[in-house]
């Protein structure tokens, strides 16, 4: 009954034990990594993966640091995997709170990760793209973006549209802020909703 539970989840499933066993590993497995979950049970988990990388072995930092781990997006590319993995492993304990092992659940969302970046791309594009409204007057239309941003990330975007005015030969550019909120509350606040 547990192995059609299992293999009926929407998410891979495997399982090792203290000795870095496996000893659970579902459908979902061989349909995102490629393995037969027969011939994984009862190998050690390094070796049946052909001593794989540091930085992929979660399930066997969770029982080796005694904590769990969850990675909302995890580059999984080494050797023949190029995925992008949703994941979150935990430690398993008996009823005396003694550790007995460890699991990790995952996903493939390679292609909605790509999907998110191109889409990100496309946002961060419009951002820097000014537009001309006259000889040598440009207009850089400004907006939140969706997301967070990094210092080194919003620094290249403010680089790109700079380098964007200087190759339109732009000797006066218009900042169009009425899409920033937080701009809009000080006009509205100051009597100004006529310009926004």
Not at 84 to 91: E, F, I, K, P, V
Not at 169 to 182: E, G, P
């Amino acid at each position: 009954m547990d192995s059609i539970v299992l293999d009926h989840l929407s998410v891979a499933v495997m399982a090792i034990d203290e000795n870095f066993t496996i000893k659970v590993a579902n459908k979902r497995c061989k349909e995102i990594l490629g393995i037969d979950p027969e011939e994984a049970l009862g190998q050690n988990i390094d070796e049946f993966f052909g001593h794989p990388p540091e930085f992929t072995r979660t399930v066997q930092h969770t029982l080796e640091q005694g904590k769990n781990f969850r990675y909302d997006v995890f580059p999984y590319t080494w050797g023949k995997y190029e995925l992008t993995l949703s994941q979150r492993s935990t430690l398993l304990k008996d009823d005396n709170n003694q550790i007995k092992g460890a699991m990790v659940e995952f996903e493939d969302i390679t292609e909605r990760h790509k999907m998110e970046e191109q889409y990100k791309n496309f946002i961060e594009e419009s951002t820097v793209n000014i537009i001309l409204v006259d000889d040598k007057i440009g207009m850089l239309s400004l907006h939140a973006l969706p997301y967070d941003v990094s210092p080194a990330k919003m620094a290249d975007l403010t680089a790109k549209a700079m380098q964007s005015a200087s190759q339109k030969q732009i000797r006066a550019l218009v900042l169009d802020m009425s899409k920033l909120f937080t701009i809009k509350l000080l006009a509205n606040a100051a009597g100004f909703v006529n310009l926004m």
